[in-house]
């Protein structure tokens, strides 16, 4: 059997490996803020269609309570 071709992800962590240890700092808090940013672009998107939800009617606002009573009608 021939050599396996390398992952993308294993040749960026062979790649990382290769630099030394503040440049490997420096790259984990890059990647680390680029997932916060990602994860709150996906929030504020989350957000932007509750509220176009609520907006247009096909949501509505309430306590747990309400969510239980909602949904106990619903059986």
């Known amino acids: ?8 992800i294993q040749q960026a962590l ?7 240890a503040e440049d490997q700092q420096a790259v ?3 990647v680390r803020r680029r997932l916060v940013e990602r994860r709150r672009a996906e929030i504020a998107e989350n ?7 609520f907006r247009e009617g ?9 969510l239980r009573r909602d949904l106990a009608e619903d059986r």
């Open 28 to 30: 984990i808090e890059i």
């Open 47 to 53: 957000a932007r269609h509750a509220v176009q939800a």
């Open 14 to 20: 062979d790649r990382i490996e290769g630099l030394d």
């Open 58 to 66: 096909r949501a509505q606002c309430g306590t747990i309570d309400d």
């Open 1 to 8: 059997m021939g050599t396996k071709t390398p992952t993308p």
